[in-house]
């Protein structure tokens, strides 16, 4: 349960590695709790014509509402920071993460990156987060 929050415990580290239980713990927590916030924010069974009411079109609490935009841009940073770090878990750069720009194939590349296991031993990111010593019978 710690890995969820470690990433809020980083809030900007931008350095280091991160492991995929991390990554997806945290991407599980901001979800279920946008996932609520947001379904707490809309209207329930409104399922009127916006065309004819416009208040059909409205939040059905407006706190929840800055409730949950506020939570999303507070989770911003930490969420680009533990992304990051889980790239660098696999050797590379931090700057992978703009081929998720590229429509449909980027963001499949990403997740492919996101779901494989992280660089055995340490790499230039850093030690390995799950703590392998890597292979050093190469000398």
Same mark, same amino acid.
């Given at each position: 349960?710690?890995?969820?929050?470690?990433?809020?415990?980083?809030?900007?580290?931008?350095?280091?590695?991160?492991?995929?239980?991390?990554?997806?713990?945290?991407?599980?927590?901001?979800?279920?709790?946008?996932?609520?916030?947001?379904?707490?924010?809309?209207? &329930?069974?409104?399922?009127?014509?916006?065309?004819?009411?416009?208040?059909?079109?409205?939040?059905?609490?407006?706190?929840?509402?800055?409730?949950?935009?506020?939570?999303?841009?507070?989770?911003?940073?930490?969420?680009?920071?533990?992304?990051?770090?889980?790239?660098?878990?696999?050797?590379?750069?931090?700057?992978?993460?703009?081929?998720?720009?590229?429509?449909?194939?980027?963001?499949? &590349?990403?997740? &492919?990156?996101?779901?494989?296991?992280?660089?055995?031993?340490?790499?230039?990111?850093?030690?390995?987060?799950?703590?392998?010593?890597?292979?050093?019978?190469?000398?």
């Amino acid at each position: 349960m710690s890995l969820m929050f470690e990433p809020l415990r980083k809030y900007a580290t931008f350095a280091g590695r991160a492991r995929r239980k991390e990554y997806w713990l945290f991407t599980l927590f901001v979800s279920a709790v946008s996932l609520i916030l947001f379904r707490l924010s809309a209207p &329930i069974g409104n399922w009127a014509d916006p065309a004819t009411d416009p208040e059909s079109l409205s939040f059905g609490n407006e706190a929840i509402a800055a409730a949950l935009g506020l939570f999303l841009l507070l989770m911003l940073l930490p969420s680009l920071a533990v992304t990051i770090r889980r790239l660098h878990d696999s050797n590379r750069s931090g700057w992978w993460w703009f081929i998720g720009l590229l429509p449909v194939a980027g963001g499949i &590349i990403l997740l &492919i990156f996101y779901f494989m296991d992280g660089t055995a031993g340490p790499n230039r990111f850093g030690a390995d987060p799950k703590g392998r010593g890597g292979d050093d019978s190469a000398d």
